[in-house]
């Protein structure tokens, strides 16, 4: 059993294969936060508090006169605010009385076998039988409302969870004004905090640094997960690296406003908390309610960041994503974005079509631009009716001829925007998110709609049913433009304006479970101008994210690198785009473009018709190529090999089969110099003893992996390789 309760001790221990977490209810029946970290025999780790009389700490009223005892010190496991603990808290709840100091005991617990889910909200699942619940259930000492703690223990992915359900069992309202889904303990240690920062077009920059005195956090209160911070964070020894170290990895399944922070207090304790940012949130909790607050998912790794990457890629390859497209293979796309932005019509988009599906293509994919007045950003957003005129046929027309070509084809929606120049907006402005009286924020010279509204969205959802149902459709892209700004729902009183971001969110994911429900099979990518709403929450609904905006392929490679700790290749939509490239000018050759590209879902976002006869050649080879190599690619170990912001020549990275059987090695020369010195790359994830084939030369498996592959050189800048390596014997 991974969940294990000593009633006497009163001791929680959640074990997974190779880590632990326990808690344990004290003689108040306060839940304190006793270990998480590596796997051991179930020990009471409550023996490493130091109890001390603290100045400035308050003690409980029911500790007497026991000045040892103090909240403000002890690590607990869902600490609350005014209870005298004045670090970062849990839960700030103001009461009737307008109060806000509050006390947590614990009550009861419950374990069950399974793993739990939550209502309208994304959660890893587990349906083999390796997963269990246990549900602690805190009681307010004011006899106002429960806190339930859900842990999800996943025991062979070596994942734990936790969501927290707030119930009122009172007669009166009660305000929710913080609460964060994770809270972590660290008697001791010092550590370094990895965060994944960026803007639109640069995603997930790799950020580490050093847990000082203060509190250091990163979040979001855009209404989205964002561009600028990404909802995982770790926490590692100061010295971890790839290959060694504790490690402590949180994500948050959640795709709004998030906060994760760490706090090294006055005992030089560390305190990380993830959760709901509480900038925009007031949550009313109405008598016999209850109100759920997002699942966030922890792992350990006592050997450093790349196999704390690799839990996460497995947990959320099998567990988060849904449906058929987490097993069967996705196809090589062409998106028609860069290639022809919003200048195209039927007949041009038809010959594109043609074009890729010659090329081995398999999936077309008509992005922005084909409904209402839409032939710049500025307008039509919301009318999601087909522009017949400017295609010059039917919806159902264009499909049958692309698909007349052998491929799928796909179409891009953005379900939440409005345009002013809308004719939604011109029969429903209150349908968009603005302040009466005040003029709102323009974004991309858009709005968004109040998705928080159910109307609202039934409204879309009916009309974007219609499009689906009018032709055959196979792949939508689900894109978001623009960050929330005035918040107001005209369908909210004025005490519950404060819920909005967070119904929007649980609008947003209402409306994604009734497409996956309504159309299975569809595969659904999700964006956000690129990367802004790269979450777990997200791939919940959508299996895959378009990465960033950013196709330069030297540009991918750092962003694709941040996103790599907390996400896998499979869900990071890549493409092959033109050179030069829109966003930086820069060239790259095309088999480096395909190179960064096929670490991702792997598609093409060009007009194959400006290419030469040679380039059309290279890329039937690419498909090719990834087809061969996509279970490698999708489902096998990767590994970081360097980080490309840091490396002086040679970036690279690897995936290799779970068995160590074969690998592919990815090399792409950031630099070169005249009469420069060799390159060689450790491999990775091989069998010491395996002897493996590269190039046609025998090498033992430990070889590669100690003392490296000697590489090829670079004859330009940017030149990739991609060497495919196969064990022979062993
Ligand atoms: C932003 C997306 O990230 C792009 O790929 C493209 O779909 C545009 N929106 C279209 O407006």
């Known amino acids: 059993m991974a969940i294990l309760f000593d009633s006497t001790s009163r001791l929680f221990t959640l074990r997974t ?36 009389d603290r100045g400035f700490s308050g003690n409980p009223y029911d500790a007497g006169e026991d000045r040892t005892y103090s909240l403000d010190a002890l690590p607990q496991e869902f600490p609350v605010y005014g209870s005298g603990d004045y670090r970062s808290t849990a839960l700030k709840v103001r009461y009737p009385d307008g109060t806000f100091s509050c006390d947590l005991r614990y009550l009861k617990h419950e374990i069950r076998k399974g793993k739990y889910s939550l209502p309208g909200l994304p959660a890893l699942y587990e349906t083999s039988g390796n997963a269990d619940t246990l549900i602690i259930t805190l009681e307010d000492t004011r006899r106002m409302f429960y806190v339930h703690l859900y842990y999800g223990v996943l025991e062979d992915l070596d994942i734990i969870t936790r969501a927290v359900c707030v119930e009122n069992h009172s007669n009166a309202d009660i305000y929710i004004e913080n609460i964060q889904s ?8 010092d550590y370094d905090l990895h965060t994944f920062y960026g803007r639109h077009v640069k995603e997930r920059n790799y950020q580490r640094t050093p847990v000082v005195h203060g509190i250091q956090s990163a979040g979001s209160t855009r209404g989205t997960s964002s561009h600028q911070y990404n ?26 406003d998030f906060i994760g922070s760490a706090e090294l207090d006055q005992y030089d304790q560390t305190r990380f908390l993830l959760g709901i940012h509480p900038d925009n949130f007031c949550y009313c909790v109405k008598p016999g309610e209850c109100f759920y607050a997002p699942e966030a998912v922890m792992a350990y790794s006592a050997d450093g960041l790349g196999s704390l990457s690799r ?25 028609a974005w860069e290639g022809v932005y919003f200048d195209f019509n039927g007949d041009k988009l038809i010959q594109m079509a043609k074009d890729a599906a010659a090329l081995g293509v398999e999936l077309f994919v008509m992005d922005d631009g084909w ?32 698909h007349s070509f052998g491929i799928k084809f796909g179409i891009w929606f953005e379900p939440e925007g409005i345009n002013e120049d809308s004719n939604l907006y011109r029969s429903h402005p209150e349908w968009a998110l603005q302040i009466p009286g005040k003029k709102p924020t323009r974004s991309r010279q858009q709005l968004l709609l109040d998705f928080s509204r159910e109307d ?33 729902s005209a369908a909210l009183p004025a005490t519950r304006q404060g819920e909005i971001m967070h119904r929007y969110v649980l609008g947003l994911y209402d409306m994604l479970e009734k497409l996956i429900q309504r159309y299975p099979d569809l595969l659904i990518e999700g964006c956000s101008g690129g990367g802004g709403r790269f979450d777990a929450g997200m791939l919940y609904y959508t299996p895959q994210i378009w990465c960033s905006d950013d196709t330069d392929a030297i540009e991918r490679l750092s962003i694709q690198y941040g996103t790599s700790f907390g996400y896998p290749v499979s869900t990071m939509g890549s493409h092959v785009s033109h050179c030069p490239n829109e966003q930086t000018r820069r060239i790259a050759p095309l088999n480096t473009r395909a190179t960064a590209a096929m670490s991702g879902t792997f598609g093409y976002e060009l007009d194959v018709n400006k290419m030469s006869a040679d380039e059309k050649d290279i890329v039937k080879t690419q498909i090719e190529e990834f087809k061969k190599y996509y279970d490698l690619i ?28 074969e690998a592919l090695l990815c090399i792409v020369a950031l630099q070169i110099h005249p009469n420069g010195p060799g390159r060689w790359m450790c491999l990775k994830g091989l069998r010491e003893d395996g002897i493996y084939v590269v190039d046609g030369r025998e090498y033992p ?30």
């Open 17 to 52: 294969d190779h880590s632990m977490y326990q808690m344990k209810a004290d003689r108040y029946g306060v839940l304190l936060h006793t270990w998480f970290g590596i796997r051991s025999s179930v020990f009471d780790y409550s023996y490493r508090i130091a109890y001390a």
């Open 182 to 189: 994770v809270c972590v303990d660290y008697l001791h240690g």
């Open 231 to 256: 909802p995982f964070l770790i926490l590692s020894d100061r010295n971890a690296s790839e290959d060694t170290g504790n490690c402590y990895g949180f994500s948050f399944v959640y795709s709004g």
């Open 311 to 335: 839990i996460f890629h497995r947990a959320y390859r099998d567990h988060l994503c849904r449906g058929k497209w987490t097993t069967t293979r996705r196809p090589v796309l062409l998106n």
């Open 371 to 402: 409904f209402g007045k839409r032939d710049l950003d500025v307008s039509g957003l919301g009318d999601w009716t087909v522009n017949e005129e400017k295609l010059g046929c039917s919806l159902k027309e264009l499909s049958d001829q692309i």
């Open 456 to 488: 609202v969205r039934d409204y879309i959802f009916t009309h974007i049913c219609q499009v689906l149902d009018s032709a055959r459709i196979e792949y939508l892209k689900w894109d978001l433009n623009r960050s929330l700004t005035d918040l107001y």
């Open 634 to 661: 999708q489902y096998g170990d990767y590994y970081r090999l360097t980080n490309p912001d840091t490396v002086e020549a040679y970036h690279g990275w690897e995936f290799a089969a779970a068995d160590g059987s």
């Open 701 to 730: 498996g430990g070889v590669l992996m100690n003392s490296g592959l000697l590489l090829p050189d670079a004859a330009e800048e940017y030149q990739s390789f991609r060497i495919h390596i196969t064990m022979k014997s062993n």
